[in-house]
């Protein structure tokens, strides 16, 4: 991912509306880009040279998206807020999530094609069992693939870790240690594939070149449509209440 250095919030007249936008500077960019997200808003970023003075310009001739963007992430962001672990995601299937209290030692999950039924003490106690589960499968899986597409691209990785990063779906660093979100599970098969594949390819080039995405392609022809889903899904999963 782009490191980003935040230079300034400001705010523009859009059609009679004030929206506020962070600026941030991009050592990689070549070109301005807008960016929204239900927790931050508006970014706008730019290259490490720019024109100050072409922002807002830049921002006009952009208003009807942004306006458009703002709208539906606001509505997104209502239906998050109401939402409630009835429903959960597995595999980028959505499941009902059916919670029984018992008084057993041991808590239960079981998975079946449309449901996941969690057996616990309190509901709180259900929260954790799920995401130990959710952790579980992640470890498994990705385990498992990295070491098939590390064989296939030909690269090797140190250490594998499974964490909460809720800015990161995967990451590489120069050691060779490669770390990825445990909500990695809840997305589709074939985009966890391209997430371990973009993160393995990093190996061979530390950066997002041309040449990265032509060696990604390789290994996933339809990386294209996989970011897209990532980014189209992002907040979503990333405010399920686990």
């Given at each position: 991912?782009q490191r980003l250095?935040?230079?300034?919030?400001?705010d523009?007249?859009?059609?009679?509306r004030v929206?506020?936008?962070?600026?941030?500077?991009?050592?990689r960019?070549r070109h301005?880009r807008?960016?929204?997200?239900?927790?931050s808003?508006?970014s706008?970023?730019?290259?490490?040279?720019y024109?100050?003075?072409?922002?807002?310009?830049?921002?006009?001739?952009?208003?009807r998206?942004?306006?458009?963007?703002?709208?539906?992430y606001?509505?997104?962001?209502?239906q998050?807020?109401?939402?409630?672990l009835?429903?959960?995601?597995?595999?980028?299937?959505?499941?009902?999530?059916?919670?029984?209290?018992?008084?057993?030692e041991y808590?239960?999950?079981?998975l079946?094609?449309?449901?996941i039924?969690?057996t616990?003490?309190t509901?709180e106690?259900?929260g954790?069992?799920?995401?130990?589960?959710?952790?579980?499968?992640?470890?498994e899986?990705?385990t498992?693939k990295?070491?098939?597409?590390s064989?296939?691209?030909?690269?090797k990785?140190?250490?594998?870790?499974?964490?909460?990063?809720?800015?990161r779906?995967?990451?590489?660093?120069?050691?060779?240690?490669l770390?990825?979100?445990?909500?990695?599970?809840m997305?589709?098969?074939?985009v966890?594939?391209?997430?371990?594949?973009?993160?393995?390819?990093?190996l061979?080039?530390m950066?997002?070149?041309s040449?990265?995405?032509k060696?990604?392609k390789?290994?996933?022809?339809?990386?294209?449509?996989?970011?897209?889903?990532l980014?189209?899904?992002?907040?979503?999963?990333?405010?399920?209440?686990?």
């Amino acid at each position: 991912m782009q490191r980003l250095k935040l230079v300034t919030i400001d705010d523009i007249v859009i059609d009679g509306r004030v929206v506020k936008y962070n600026l941030k500077q991009s050592f990689r960019a070549r070109h301005v880009r807008l960016e929204i997200r239900i927790k931050s808003g508006l970014s706008v970023i730019v290259p490490r040279r720019y024109n100050p003075l072409e922002i807002k310009r830049f921002l006009q001739s952009k208003s009807r998206w942004i306006l458009n963007k703002l709208e539906e992430y606001q509505v997104l962001n209502n239906q998050l807020d109401n939402q409630t672990l009835d429903n959960v995601v597995y595999l980028g299937k959505p499941l009902k999530l059916m919670q029984l209290q018992g008084e057993q030692e041991y808590a239960q999950l079981s998975l079946t094609l449309d449901k996941i039924l969690v057996t616990a003490s309190t509901k709180e106690r259900t929260g954790q069992v799920l995401k130990e589960w959710y952790l579980d499968e992640a470890k498994e899986l990705i385990t498992q693939k990295a070491a098939g597409f590390s064989r296939k691209i030909g690269v090797k990785y140190n250490k594998l870790t499974i964490k909460s990063a809720r800015t990161r779906w995967g990451s590489c660093s120069r050691l060779g240690n490669l770390n990825f979100n445990w909500k990695i599970i809840m997305v589709p098969e074939m985009v966890i594939d391209y997430i371990v594949i973009h993160e393995l390819c990093h190996l061979k080039r530390m950066d997002h070149s041309s040449e990265f995405w032509k060696l990604v392609k390789i290994y996933s022809p339809d990386y294209y449509q996989h970011r897209k889903w990532l980014k189209e899904h992002e907040a979503e999963i990333n405010r399920l209440p686990i």
